[in-house]
């Protein structure tokens, strides 16, 4: 009599081994179900706002264009100032980022600390919208677009920035290698930032802060092997 196997819920990424496992991990965590339900709303909202036309085509690309733009030094800044902030300052006494990028660093595949608690994740939706919502109604009215479909079209590539946030770490800790030049790249960067230095390769789907910021060297032995990669004490 044959018998179903039970599914198999890794707490490793380096369990994961194929894009398969990878992406099963991926959809039963927290944060990504967070965003993808909000993802799923703010485009319903977005495609209900109509103006779909040459203009609102033309805007959405330049809205998309400047999230790109924006996406690697804001990782960069949000990494180095918040997720690496001293154990003493208010922002990780008070308002406790950091906390568990901290346990990230010291155990790297621990699947638990690896991506966003969903109530985080939750919390980012609710600052990308409002920041994202103020930035593109600027430029709307300044450019004569419709509003809010300028608006939630922002919205809605600012939570998938995230996801892809999401989605590119996680990879970068299984042993899958993905086939895309541009995942393998970001992947063995991460890597590096993990165990090589913790002072470089900040960004994770950009690398445009380092370039910017003076962190990303031409190759590792550029930078020495910092002894607080893994505990980030300063």
Known sequence: MSTIAAPRHPTRSTELTTGIETVQAFVRMGSPRVLMIAIVLTAALRLAAGHRT?????????????????TGPVEWAIHRFLLHCPVDSFR????????????????????????????????????????????????AGAFG???????LTAIVAAQLSLLHYEWTHLISHTTYRPRFRYYATKARHHRLHHYRNERYWLGV??????????????????????????????
Not at 125 to 133: E, R
Not at 145 to 151: F, H, K, V, Y
């Open 54 to 70: 040459l203009q609102s085509m033309s805007s959405a690309l330049v809205l998309v264009a400047v999230i790109v733009a924006l």
């Open 92 to 139: 990780f006494t008070k308002i406790g980022t950091g906390v568990s990028h901290r346990q990230h660093h010291l155990d790297p595949p621990d699947l638990n600390h690896l991506v966003l608690y969903a109530h985080h994740a939750a919390i980012f939706v609710l600052l990308l919208s409002g920041i994202s919502a103020a930035w593109s109604a600027l430029l």
């Open 145 to 151: 677009w419709p509003r809010w479909p300028s608006i």
């Open 205 to 234: 789907t950009s690398n445009t802060g380092d370039r910017l910021l003076g962190s990303l060297p031409g190759s590792k032995g550029d930078v020495p092997l910092s002894p607080t990669a893994r505990t980030l004490d300063r």
